[in-house]
T-cell receptor, first 112, second 116 residues
Framework: NAGVTQTPKFRVLKTGQSMTLLCAQD?????MYWYRQDPGMGLRLIHY???????AKGEVPDGYNVSRLKKQNFLLGLESAAPSQTSVYFC???????????FGPGTRLTVL | AQSVTQPDIHITVSEGASLELRCNYSYGATPYLFWYVQSPGQGLQLLLKYFSGDTLVQGIKGFEAEFKRSQSSFNLRKPSVHWSDAAEYFC??????????????FGKGTTLSVSS
């Protein structure tokens, strides 16, 4: 039982490049989330999903897109990376609303 | 709007001393309350949670937290801190009807340093 996994762990991009971060969970959770963590800012919600095929915007969605084609996977895309998107990205999942969220180990992204 | 405040950005405690990390929230009803810990370079791990019932909640690693409705607080405590407790601690609130739907609202975190 791996819990929540994230791929890749580290990535360096140049401004304007695109990439996709993959989150996978093996707990059969309905809800999945993408956060970004910046120094002094805590965790801020980017997008979330309440089930397969559904996604919604969080607090800071601009510049990101997401997809949830399979229940166990939640993808976060950056179409044209900007230096302001340099951050640590965390994926999380939960079984029901307002309940404990299980976090992945994070992806450290640097945009030059 | 709902919010979570952790007033202390950084706290240093001597090993063996007691610890209290503060958390205040802004919400009309009783929310779901959580404390998470993040070790350097790691993801977040749940320490404890409060949904209802006894307002004193026990968690892992010897931590406890007390919900005080009158003060809108959910402070985290530990009677004797170990060097391995050095980490960043996040308080989080789960509320219904918030703008982000079903997600949690996190405080900005408190960094705990432990001195020998």
């Amino acid at each position: 039982n791996a819990g929540v996994t994230q791929t890749p762990k580290f990535r360096v991009l140049k401004t304007g490049q695109s990439m996709t971060l993959l989150c996978a969970q093996d707990m059969n959770h309905e809800y999945m989330y993408w956060y970004r963590q910046d120094p002094g800012m805590g965790l801020r919600l980017i997008h979330y999903s309440v089930g397969e095929g559904t996604t919604a915007k969080g607090e800071v969605p601009d510049g990101y897109n997401v997809s949830r084609l399979k229940k166990q996977n939640f993808l976060l895309g950056l179409e044209s990376a900007a230096p302001s998107q340099t951050s640590v990205y965390f994926c999380a999942s939960s079984s029901i609303a307002y309940n404990e969220q299980f976090f992945g180990p994070g992806t450290r992204l640097t945009v030059l | 709007a709902q919010s979570v405040t952790q007033p202390d950005i950084h706290i240093t405690v001597s090993e063996g001393a007691s610890l209290e990390l503060r958390c205040n929230y802004s919400y009309g009803a009783t929310p779901y309350l959580f404390w998470y810990v993040q070790s350097p370079g790691q993801g977040l791990q749940l320490l404890l949670k409060y949904f209802s019932g006894d307002t004193l909640v026990q968690g892992i690693k010897g931590f406890e937290a007390e919900f005080k409705r009158s003060q809108s607080s959910f402070n985290l405590r530990k009677p004797s801190v170990h060097w391995s407790d050095a980490a960043e601690y996040f308080c989080a609130v789960g509320v219904s009807g918030n703008q982000a739907g079903t997600a949690l609202i996190f405080g900005k975190g408190t960094t705990l340093s432990v001195s020998s």
